[in-house]
C-alpha cells in the first residue's frame, strides 16, 4: 500500500510538472517567464549542471541496486525499499533527461567508477551481508545529496531544475524513510553523512 500511495503522490506531482512543462513553450508563458516575476530565467549555474548529473548518476547505479535486493536479500523490508529505489529513479531519470534535453545540459549514460564499485560489491553479497551493505550504501548516499538537494532548490534561477530538486527531495526523503524502516541504519552511516556537512 505504502508504494501505491507513494507513486500515486508522484504521479499527481508529475503530471502537474508536466503541465508545466508543456505551457513554457506557449508564447504567452515564455513571455511571462522572461519577466521579473517569471520563474524560468534561462540561467543555468555551475550547480544545477553538477546537479542533473548527480540525479542521472544515482539512478544509474540505485536501479540496478534496487534490483539486485528483489533477489539477493534475506528479508522483505530490503525488498521494499529496493521496490522505492527502483520506482523512484526511474521517474527521477525520466525528468533529469528531459531536462537535459531542454536545458541543452549533456548528462553523463554511466555511473561513476565508485558507483559501479558499489553494484559489483552488492552482486557478490547474499542474504544478511546484503541486507547490511545495501542499506550502509544507499542511506549513506542518499544522505550526503539530501543536502545538495537543499543547497539548488533554494538556489537555482531555472524553473525546470527547482522542479527537479523539489521531485529529487521528494524521492530521496522516501527513500531515506524506507532504509531506516528496516532497522539497519548505524550510527558510523550517519556519522559519515555527517563528516560530509560543510561546516
Known amino acids: 500500500m505504502a508504494v501505491i500511495a507513494t507513486v500515486s503522490v508522484w504521479l499527481a506531482q508529475r503530471n502537474s510538472s508536466a503541465d508545466e ?67 523512484g529513479h526511474s521517474k527521477l531519470d525520466q525528468l533529469a533527461r528531459e531536462d537535459s534535453e531542454a536545458l541543452n545540459v549533456p548528462i553523463p549514460d554511466q555511473a561513476t567508477a565508485e558507483q559501479q564499485g558499489w553494484v559489483d560489491q552488492l552482486e557478490n553479497a547474499r542474504g544478511r551481508e546484503f541486507d547490511q551493505l545495501f542499506v550502509d550504501l544507499l542511506r549513506a548516499s542518499h544522505g550526503k545529496i539530501f543536502i545538495t538537494i537543499g543547497e539548488v532548490r533554494a538556489t537555482t534561477k531555472n524553473s525546470l531544475i527547482r522542479r527537479l530538486a523539489t521531485q529529487t527531495n521528494n524521492t530521496v526523503q522516501d527513500h531515506m524513510e524506507v532504509l531506516e524502516d528496516t532497522g539497519l541504519v548505524t550510527d558510523a552511516t550517519l556519522d559519515d553523512v555527517a563528516s560530509t556537512v560543510p561546516k
Open 21 to 87: 512543462s508543456h505551457s513554457a513553450h506557449l508564447p504567452a508563458a515564455r513571455a511571462a517567464a522572461a519577466g521579473p516575476q517569471g520563474g524560468n530565467t534561462g540561467a543555468v549555474s555551475a550547480l544545477d549542471k553538477t546537479f542533473l548529473t548527480k540525479v542521472r548518476q544515482a539512478g544509474l547505479w540505485e536501479m540496478p541496486a534496487g534490483r539486485l535486493a528483489q533477489t539477493h536479500a534475506s528479508g522483505e523490508a530490503i525488498k521494499r525499499a529496493g521496490m522505492h529505489l527502483l520506482e
